[in-house]
Each structure stands twice: as C-alpha cells, then as structure tokens.
C-alpha cells in the first residue's frame, strides 16, 4: 500500500477519529484547526455513543410537531425569526427529505452506518487503550403519558426490524435503572447497548493521543482557502503560508462549506444546530446513565466531570449571538423531573452541529477535485459515527471500496 500525505482541516471528533484511522494505515497525517483539539463543538456535546439513534430528524410526524414546537422560543425546535428567510432553502429540503421515499432510504442507510460505526469506534477504543473511558450503562427515555408512549412505537418497531435491543418499562423497573424520578413518568424505554463516555474532550484527546503515537501531526492555524497546483492540492492559511498534500478532508463540521464554496459549483445545504447545554459540579445527582427527555429535545448525561443537562435544537446559523434562556429552561426542567438534582454552580455553553436536512452526513470527493475529500454534517451525531467517517475516508483514500453503501450520503445528492 502506497503512503499519501493527508491534511485533514478540522480537529473536532470527526477529524480525530478519521486521522486516527488513517495513520494505522500507514498514511503521514496532519491536522490542521485554527482552536486546537476538540476545542469547539466537540467539546460540549452530550458525551453519548447513539449506535442506536436511526432515526432522522425529517420525518413525517415532525412535519405534525414542528408548528408547535416552533411556538415556544425555547422549545425542542427553534427558528429565530431573522433567520428563518436564510433558512428557508434547507426547510425546502428538510420538507422533501420528510417524504416516506426520502425518509425509508435515510433510516436504511443511518442503520447500515450505525453498525459501522460501533465496530469502528469500539475497535479504535481498544486501539488505543482506552476502554476505561466508555461505559455501558445504556440509556432511559421517558414519557409522561400514554399517549406520548404510543406515539415512539413505530421508532421502537425500526429499531427492533435494524436487530437493536431495548425494554419497556414502568413501576419498580423504572425506579430501579433511575432513582429519584418524578412520578409525572408513567414509562420509560431502556436501550441498553447505548453508550457514553467519561467526558467527551477528554476522549477526543485520548484518540488524538494514538493517532499522534502513530505518526499524526497537529497544527495550529486557520485555514483561509483551498488551493490547487500541478503539484496537487494545498490549504492557505491566514499568515499566507500553504501546505500542500496528496489528499485534503474537509471534516470543518459547520464551518466546512465555508471553505469548500469558493472553489466548487456545488451547493451543499449544511445548516447550523446549535446546542445548547449546562455542566453542573459532581455530586449534582445520583445519575445513573444518560436520561432521555424525548419530548423536551434534551438529555442529562453523568460525567466523570459532573452531570450535562442538554440538547435542543436551535437553527440559526453561525453568527448570531447564543440565546442562553434556552439552558436555563431546560434546566429548569431537569429540576422539575428530577425533584432532587441541585441546579447551582453550573458552567453554560453552546455548540455549533453541522446538519444536513436529511439528517445523513457528507462522505465522498468534491466534483472538481477528486483529491478533495468531504466528511461532516452529522448534526448531533458527530462523536457516535467519527469512526465510521474515519474508516469510509480511509476506504476511499486507499482506493478501496467503502465498507458500506455510501450513495445516499454522496455530496451531490440534492
């Protein structure tokens, strides 16, 4: 197998994991991020590995949902109203993606990469031995009432037909997996192949350290432009200085059409989810694995760090200010449902997720430059399919073909 030299520009989970993975196939790596190592979204997601989550945002009962989760500022969905005539084209694909077609092809193929995704990840966590950083303690979803209950049946009948195990529960089972509920919730649903780990920055950096014991490089700067030479691709950076490769992946998350869009005819409609979250001090409560508020959009996860309380979405792109209200409300109704958890001393933050209207990341060359290679948009997915992003782009640089079918996550597919 030949070495190429790869410059991968972003150093989120997406690009750890991927240069991981191509330095244990022998390729001489570089990332490149103008913050450092999981310095921005990855640092402050909800820390889940969703092998699980098959299921896509666009469907067609949150066609039904979304007018009224959109009437509540600080609800599971968001618009800010300025943004909404920006947002308007992704809404169009959102609405197309929702269609029962679009929307069978998206859960086969988030399914066919869910799976590549816990082989890859679990194999890259024993690489590098970091085992002790996972845990397995599952997670709960809860719901209020009957109602609410029913209406996750038919996720629930997918997930069981893509071979996921869960249990319904109710009274003293409950109780059991989570002490100190409220008894607003009438039943819960356990998966207990779901994941997390200890802290997710933490985690990011114990893979970057493999992939560096391997050969990787990181460097810190801004990558202004992408560039192209008889001698191949290169990266401009903002001091004007370049550097060239064999192969160039865009893993930017949000930020990645910024870069890609001067140089390509291609229009990707990649929007911003912004999350939202707060990290309260150890000893928060008793938690006992990540708590799933289905119908509020948020989770409460346990860090070794203490306890996260968040989630939502917000679609508003990347330049306006963050709207903290959002936090505080859903931890005040953390505290509503967990009648003993204390709220003071918390550290608020928000997010940045790249997502795509049909809920399926880009993974494939850009049509101009087949040296250039695309591998974001996996909206809150981000760290549970890293390594199968990392393992698909390893495929492709290595001339092989990918480990699954891909065609629905081609960058030319809308």
């Known amino acids: 197998m030949s070495t190429a030299r790869i410059i991968i520009v972003g150093g989120g989970i997406v690009g750890i994991a991927t240069a991981a993975l191509l330095a244990e196939a022998g390729h001489a790596v570089t990332v490149i991020d103008r913050s450092g190592l999981a310095e921005e979204t990855s640092k402050g997601n909800a820390a889940a590995l969703a092998f699980s989550d098959i299921m896509p945002l666009a469907s067609p009962k949150i066609l039904l949902k979304a007018p009224k989760w959109l009437l509540d500022p600080l609800g599971p969905l968001s618009i800010r109203p300025s943004y909404l005539p920006r947002l308007a084209p992704w809404l169009w694909q959102f609405w ?59 996720g629930w009948h997918r997930r069981d037909q893509a071979g996921i195990a869960f249990e319904h529960v109710r009274g003293g089972r409950l109780a059991e997996l989570q002490p100190g509920l409220s008894p607003r919730f009438v039943a819960g649903t356990f998966v207990p192949g779901w994941k997390t780990v200890s802290e997710p920055q933490r985690f990011a950096r114990a893979l970057w350290a493999h992939a560096q014991r391997l050969g990787a490089v990181f460097e810190k700067a801004e990558v202004r432009a992408l560039e192209r030479s008889e001698n191949g691709p290169s990266v401009r950076l903002v001091d004007g200085a370049t550097r060239q490769a064999d192969r160039i992946v865009i893993c930017a998350g949000a930020w990645s059409t910024r870069l890609i869009n001067p140089v390509t005819r291609l229009r990707i409609p990649l929007e911003t989810e912004r999350g939202y979250n707060t990290t309260l001090p150890p000893g928060a409560f008793d938690l006992r694995r990540q708590l799933i508020f289905g119908n509020h959009g948020f989770v409460l996860t346990p860090l070794e760090t203490g306890v996260r309380v968040g989630g939502a979405v917000e679609l508003g792109g990347l330049d306006l200010p963050p709207n903290y209200a959002r936090s505080k409300s859903m931890l005040d109704k953390a505290a509503t449902f967990l009648p003993g958890l204390k709220t003071t001393g918390g550290v608020e933050w928000m997010g940045f997720r790249p997502s795509m209207p049909d809920s399926l990341p880009v993974i494939g060359a850009l049509p101009e430059d087949r040296s250039v290679l695309l591998a974001f948009g996996n909206g809150h997915l981000g760290l549970t399919q890293s390594a199968a992003m990392g393992r698909l782009i390893t495929d492709i640089v290595g001339g092989k073909t990918p480990s699954i079918d891909i065609a629905a996550c081609r960058p030319d597919r809308f």
């Not at 077609?101 to 194999?123: D, F, G, H, K, V």
């Not at 590098?128 to 049946?153: K, P, Q």
Request: aromatic share 6%; glycine share 4%.
């Open 96 to 154: 197309k993606a929702s269609l029962p077609a679009r929307y069978e092809a998206s859960i086969t193929t988030q399914a066919s990469l869910m799976r590549l995704a816990e082989t890859e990840m679990m194999a890259l966590v024993d690489h590098a031995g970091i085992a002790a950083m996972v845990r397995h303690d599952g997670s709960l979803e809860l719901y209020e009432s009957e109602a609410e209950f029913n209406a996750t049946a038919d």
